[in-house]
């Protein structure tokens, strides 16, 4: 991909926590070096469009846990890499850097998170689950000209159990998923608060955008980028 071809980035959306949606989407164009465009995946806009018929499920932790694979569909192009993102995220450095070095052969990249989960109950009193690649798919660099990826339609996003999504599965050749550097997804409160700040730093057990988790590592960092997002959108509201 080259400088001059926008990035497109798709942040899942939880009507919860709009909040931390807002923050990381400014956070990630305030540090953009280039065009990048970024969308919500909202769960009832992608129902209205007929591209997610599963039946509502009360115990997702997230509205966007399965909406997060259309993305390649939603992205509507065949070649290149898309990204997509949980919406507990802060980016402290220019996003389009993910994209050095890869190898276009891989389906996907991802951080291939190796750890038990540190608390059993994360932000708004969700209960944590356990399971193979936990994390691997809160950050997704999708290559949208592999043939893997293609395949990765609306109507199997529909139909594919969870654990066959979440655990890329659905990636015939395993090998086909690339790693990428710890902190493009760095776990706060799960990994050991490190001397540099992460890339990306992802408040996966809560934020502080909740009043319980107002003391996580990086919490200055994240109140700081909220404090300049709402002093930018009273300024474009004036």
């Known amino acids: 991909m080259s400088e001059n071809t926008p990035l497109k980035v798709f942040i899942g959306y939880d009507s919860r ?41 009360a115990t997702a932790t997230t509205e ?3 909406t997060r694979f259309l993305t390649p569909y939603l992205a509507a192009q065949d070649s290149g890499w898309v990204l997509f993102t949980d919406c507990d ?10 994209l050095e070095g890869l190898d276009p052969t891989k389906a996907v990249y991802v951080v291939q998170h ?22 691997w798919s809160s950050f997704i660099l ?6 893997d990826v293609q395949a990765l339609t609306p ?11 979440h655990r890329f599965e659905w990636i015939k050749d395993q090998s086909q998923i690339g790693a990428l ?32 988790w107002q003391s996580v590592d990086f919490a200055d960092l994240w ?10 959108a009273k300024a474009q509201a004036a």
Do not use: C
Not at 142 to 147: A, D, E, Q, R
């Open 17 to 57: 926590e709009d909040i931390a949606y807002q923050v990381a989407r400014h956070s990630l164009l305030r540090h953009a070096s280039a065009s990048v465009g970024v969308f919500p995946i909202r769960q009832p806009a992608v129902r209205e469009l007929g591209l997610y018929t599963r039946p509502v499920d």
């Open 64 to 66: 966007f846990s399965l």
């Open 89 to 98: 995220f802060l980016f402290t450095t220019d996003i389009r850097g993910v």
């Open 114 to 135: 190796e750890y038990v989960p540190a608390h059993d109950i994360k932000m708004d009193g969700k209960a944590q689950t356990r399971y193979p690649r936990k994390n």
């Open 142 to 147: 999708f290559n949208t000209g592999h043939p």
């Open 155 to 165: 109507a199997v996003v529909n139909s594919a159990t969870p654990a066959f999504l």
């Open 181 to 212: 550097e710890l902190d493009w997804n760095f776990l706060e409160g799960e990994y050991a608060r490190p001397l540099r700040t992460p890339r990306v730093i992802h408040y996966t057990n809560g934020g502080p955008w909740f009043a319980e």
């Open 223 to 232: 109140l700081a980028e909220e404090a300049a997002y709402l002093a930018s």
